[in-house]
């Protein structure tokens, strides 16, 4: 089956403990991306990676890191989580287009994470 | 920097009216795309658009993207209860690979 797998789904962690959202998809899906959810604020991009080894900022980088040393998974890195990261995270893959971004998302769960 | 606004932000309808939700870019948009998310879901994509003036039907679901490719609409006719969640819009911008979604309208069916 075709999907986009996220861990954890539920997350309650403390301030400063670095923390991994792993994100893994099945569909060779060249393009895959990290978005923040909260409520009256839509989906916000983080980061997006074009292929192996090549990523880039979305709208709302500050606070995460992202790798992509394969092409099926793309973590999620919070290095010093703060309060203000609590949110819903969902990772999309989607096929790889030339000029630009094109294509459906296929969305993961969500992971719900919550920083004290 | 560029914003897709959508409105609006709730709507309350009775089984049986129609419904509809708007998206505004700031910017001409290369396609926008538009998903649906369950409550407690995933959004799940329903349609793309790329082209000027574009309207495209899936059943009771009417799309359009507008001439200046700045906005788009999403109409539901004949709401059911299983229409309800939560529409977004996703804009991008030619030459890109960054999607800028819009806030949002969350859709409640009264049955």
């Known amino acids: 089956e075709a999907q986009v797998t996220q861990n954890p789904r539920y997350l309650i962690t403390v301030t400063g403990k670095k923390l991994t959202v792993t994100c893994s998809q099945n569909?060779?899906?060249?393009?895959m991306s990290w978005y923040r959810q909260d409520p009256g604020l839509g989906l916000r991009q983080i980061y997006y990676?074009?292929?192996?080894?090549?990523?880039d900022k979305g709208d709302v980088p500050e606070g995460y890191k992202v790798s992509r040393k394969e092409k099926r998974n793309f973590p999620l890195i919070l290095e010093s989580p703060s309060p203000n990261q609590t949110s819903l995270y969902f990772c999309?893959?989607?096929?790889?287009?030339?000029?630009?971004?094109?294509?459906?998302?296929?969305f993961g769960e969500g992971s719900r994470l919550t920083v004290l | 920097g560029q914003q897709v606004m959508q409105i609006p932000q709730y709507q309350h309808v009775q089984e049986g009216e129609d419904f509809t939700t708007y998206c505004n870019s700031s910017?001409?948009?290369?396609?926008i795309q538009w998903y649906k998310q369950r409550p407690g879901g995933h959004p799940v994509f329903l349609i793309q658009?790329?082209?000027?003036?574009e309207v495209k039907k899936q059943k009771r679901l009417t799309f359009q993207f507008g001439e200046a490719k700045k906005n788009s609409s999403l109409h539901i006719t004949a709401t059911q209860t299983t229409d309800v969640g939560t529409y977004f819009c996703?804009?991008?911008?030619?030459?890109?690979?960054?999607?800028?979604f819009g806030t949002g309208t969350r859709l409640k069916v009264l049955a």
């Open positions: 999309a893959s989607s096929p790889a287009s030339t000029g630009g971004a094109s294509g459906e998302l296929f």
């Open positions: 569909m060779n899906h060249e393009y």
């Open positions: 990676s074009m292929n192996v080894e090549v990523t």
């Open positions: 910017t001409t948009l290369s396609n």
């Open positions: 658009l790329v082209k000027s003036g």
């Open positions: 996703a804009g991008a911008t030619s030459g890109t690979y960054k999607y800028i």
